[in-house]
């Protein structure tokens, strides 16, 4: 028997996910209402099964008939493992653990379902730190497959292995870790959630733009605002706060603006508005007709032949000019006769073009190149002139925070990668993408962010710089 107690978005997937399994819940909330919630949740989720056809309706009940649900703790003291998800702060967990230790049997395994705090100071509040562990799942809990097991230096080995052989039943696949400030999935998403916070908050790019940017461009389940909204702005600024204690690295200082949406009660989904809920009519595509280009930088041709396709004509006196560059592109438009045509590009994937718009183009020129863009099936990203422009800006820390992790001998490169593809849905762990980019690409696109903005945490990691100049153009793999 499994005890659940918070049941949010997080718990009451969580209680599902054990139901579905076979095994009985009881379900813990504080009050009625919470509680009532709670039943909310559970009821829509797998009314949401019913309706794709997933579970007949004779599931479903039997489902929610092994949920019990219930205001007191002292219920849960037969159950033979008690899992919390209640809010990310400290105190409560420590409260909530300790009340757990006085009612439950002397057997029951205590697992917390915390995002980036310290298993080991929660367990440290119990008489029972050898059965307490770390079992951090995904939103939506019923269906994204990763779980991460986080052991502490005290947890008994038999508890680690139950907890891992129990994950397996539940349909899930474990990846099993040490007890590190936001474990693997967190502590290489979050950094970059936070960081597109920045991005648009210094007005680089616009909010449905990254998301597009990222979710077309590289193949991402959501674009960094939806996934925000998913998460809850509330948790995302908690974590962000629980990291930067610990490293004290400034790109994990929470974002401002998250800051500001969490203070002005805007959580994103759970609230109905966070970075998204005050949508207006989606912006008509850019259409123009009769603009001249010219293209110049490497590889110029397919967007040539494209763009010649597409019916519009080149000119070595363009009404615009598109220039391919992995150098600021202001440097080029300064050698310009008529440096407000210039605007930079870089294609992302199949489907993404970031247009990047200096201090002097005009803004005749960014419409129509963002025009010329969509006339070839491309979504336009317009963006300001910065190292990386968004995606690269955003992808490549990331690949180097994974490396990092890696060389720090915290997980295996499969785990990574198995973390990030079944935590997030992502297409590739970031092993697979530093790959199929190109080692030599990243490091050299690292290199151009680290100059531009001095930030340590940019620089190559060593062990990234060391293969890219022994020639290798992939990890080694035992
Ligand atoms: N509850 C239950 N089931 C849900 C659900 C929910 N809230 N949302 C979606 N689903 C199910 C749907 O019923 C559907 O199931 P079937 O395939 O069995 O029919 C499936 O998920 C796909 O849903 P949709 O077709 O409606 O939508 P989609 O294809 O756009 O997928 C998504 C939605 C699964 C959320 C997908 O966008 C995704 O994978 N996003 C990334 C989510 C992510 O990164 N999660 C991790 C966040 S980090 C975290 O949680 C850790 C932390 O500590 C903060």
């Known amino acids: 028997m499994v005890g659940v107690v918070g049941l949010g978005t997080m718990g009451a997937g969580i209680a599902e996910v054990f139901a579905r399994a076979g095994l009985r819940v009881i379900g813990v909330e504080a009050d009625p209402e919470a509680l009532a919630r709670g039943r909310g949740h559970l009821e829509r989720s797998t009314g949401r099964a019913v309706d794709r056809g997933k579970l007949t309706g004779g599931e479903r009940d039997e489902i929610l008939g092994r949920i019990t649900l219930t205001t007191s703790r002292d219920d849960l003291r037969d159950a033979d493992l008690v899992v919390e998800a209640i809010p990310e702060i400290l105190d409560y967990k420590v409260s909530l653990l300790e009340d757990l230790d006085r009612i439950c049997k002397p057997e029951t395994v205590l697992a917390t379902n915390t995002s980036s705090l310290s298993v080991t100071a929660v367990a440290a509040a119990t008489g029972r730190p050898g059965r307490v562990i770390g079992l951090h799942f995904f939103n939506p809990a019923p269906v994204m497959r990763l779980v991460e097991v986080v052991g502490t230096v005290v947890t008994e080995p038999s508890v680690v292995a139950g907890i891992t052989e129990l994950s397996v039943r539940l349909g899930k696949t474990p990846v099993t870790v040490g007890d590190r400030a936001g474990f693997v999935v967190n502590r290489l998403l979050l950094p970059y959630l936070n960081q597109a916070a920045v991005l648009l908050d210094l007005g680089l790019a616009g909010r449905d733009e990254i998301d597009a940017a990222m979710r077309l461009g590289v193949g991402l389940p959501m674009g960094p605002f939806a996934l925000l909204d998913l998460i809850g702005l509330d948790t995302a600024y908690e974590i962000m706060g629980v990291l930067f204690d610990e490293t004290r ?142 995606v690269d800006a955003l992808l490549y820390p990331y690949l180097n925070d994974a490396v990092r992790m890696y060389d720090s001998g915290y997980a295996s490169i499969a785990d990574i990668d198995a973390a990030m593809r079944l935590g997030c849905g992502y297409p590739a762990g970031p092993f697979e993408m530093l790959e199929s980019l190109g080692l030599a690409r990243v490091r050299d696109g690292l290199r151009a962010l680290y100059a531009e903005h001095r930030e340590p945490a940019y620089a190559p990691a060593p062990l990234l710089d060391h293969l890219v100049t022994a020639g290798m153009t992939a990890l080694p793999r035992p």
């Open 249 to 390: 690295d400034r790109r994990h200082a929470p974002a401002p603006v998250l800051r500001e949406l969490v203070t002005a009660g805007l959580l994103g989904r759970k609230t109905g508005r966070g970075f998204h809920g005050d949508e207006t009519a989606p912006r008509e595509p850019e259409q123009v007709a009769g603009v001249t280009f010219g293209v110049a930088g490497d590889d110029p041709s397919s967007i040539a032949e494209a763009l010649t396709k597409a019916g519009f004509a080149g000119s070595d006196d363009p009404d615009v000019l598109l220039r391919f560059s992995d150098r600021p592109v202001v440097e080029h438009a300064v050698r310009l006769r008529r440096p407000s045509s210039l605007v930079g590009v870089h294609l992302v994937g199949d489907r993404v073009a970031e247009l990047a718009a200096t201090v002097l183009t005009s803004p005749e020129a960014a419409r129509a190149a963002a025009g010329l863009m969509t006339a070839i099936g491309r979504t336009p990203v317009p963006c300001k002139d910065r190292a990386g422009f968004v």
